[in-house]
DNA sequence: CCAGTGACCGAATTCGATTTATAGTCAGTC
DNA sequence: GACTGACTATAAATCGAATTCGGTCACTGG
């Protein structure tokens, strides 16, 4: 089951670096060393290989923050502590950023969807941890799904536009405190 | 000079509703009910149409915020109100919502150009607001450029990309309450 | 005169026919 | 029977012809 693996592997780092329309299965096969068809023996279609490769990296990121989730500070300290781990999370961010760029730049409609899947996903997952803060009362009651929509858009607007307008990216010290700053202790009691 | 007028209100109208591309001079020569070459009397091209239309766009908001301004309540409290009132700006919106569209989907590089040249724009006046009212103490001390785009980037999210993922659009009445929870709390006092 | 005009021009864009690239298959090989 | 790469059908890139539209300017009517 090693090849299945080095497939996958191969495909995410082609979409990372050329996007999903520009990494060819020929390609994708070459850099796994493996012919063509086999790439076909382990994955329906080049759509499923971007969706394995877009799950993986979800759940690398959900598992991190579930594994390190102290139940001995507050709520708000272990956002902080996440999306300080998270902003370490450079490949995924990489293959994450491409895809919206693509999104944005040639509109590939698998890709389009992706991302809106991608979202609904996160947003989904962050409303729920909201939503337990609000019921522990260690966050003010709030409407989880617009404020997890625009945490998020506030985390992507701050990793990957801010050096589409300015350059110079930020820090990751800089993020995490301007997160920090506004909306999460703009939600603590 | 009623016509210079004319001529300016045609257009904005036009780009509001057809975007910049799809706008054409004859059209807004016709809404105007002048001749072709009357608008050349009075605008040096399409691109400076739109550089005014836009301005006048920005210009209403500005006063809009200015005018209003209370001194007798607290900084907080002011932003709240102009959010609030600003939401009512709906043919800015409409105008800034197609540009964005269009730089979206279309990539006109004049449009492009625009929107940055407007984010930038409307980022340093926020900047200019918060850096004074971490002066006078009003709110704690923070990097006012990083803020103010989050601020931007919130804001923008709530009203024009919410609609484009869960098809009902917010109402007036979530966007401030949520941006007054998060990051307006968040960064007082 | 001169503010106003629309026919006109060339650059840029669209269109569509042809060529090229590639996702996915399958007969064959090791 | 796991694996392969030549093969096919289709989607995308290419490129010249046709069209559109931004901008000009010689003209007009008030």
Request: glycine residues 4%; charged residues 25%; aromatic residues 8%.
């Amino acid at each position: 089951m090693n090849k299945k693996n080095d497939i996958l592997e191969a495909a995410t780092r082609s979409f990372s670096m050329f996007g999903y329309k520009a990494t060819t299965i020929e390609q994708v096969a070459k850099l796994a060393k493996v012919g063509k068809g086999t790439v076909y023996n382990f994955y329906d279609n080049k759509e499923q290989l971007l969706k394995e490769a877009v799950l993986l990296m979800i759940d690398d990121m959900k598992k991190e923050t579930e594994n390190n989730f102290d139940p001995s500070i507050s709520f708000m300290e272990n956002v902080h502590q996440s999306i300080v781990r998270l902003l370490n999370y450079r490949e995924q961010h990489l293959l994450f950023a491409k895809l919206l760029e693509e999104e944005r730049q040639l509109q590939t409609p698998e890709v389009i969807e992706m991302i809106s899947s991608i979202n609904r996903e996160i947003v989904m997952y962050i409303s729920e941890k909201l939503g337990l803060a609000v019921e522990r009362g260690e966050i003010r009651p709030c409407n989880v799904e617009v404020v997890a929509f625009v945490f998020l858009k506030s985390y992507l607007a701050l990793v990957v536009d801010w050096q589409t307008t300015y350059s110079e990216p930020l820090t990751q010290q800089e993020i995490a405190e301007v997160i920090q700053q506004t909306i999460i202790s703009g939600l603590s009691k």
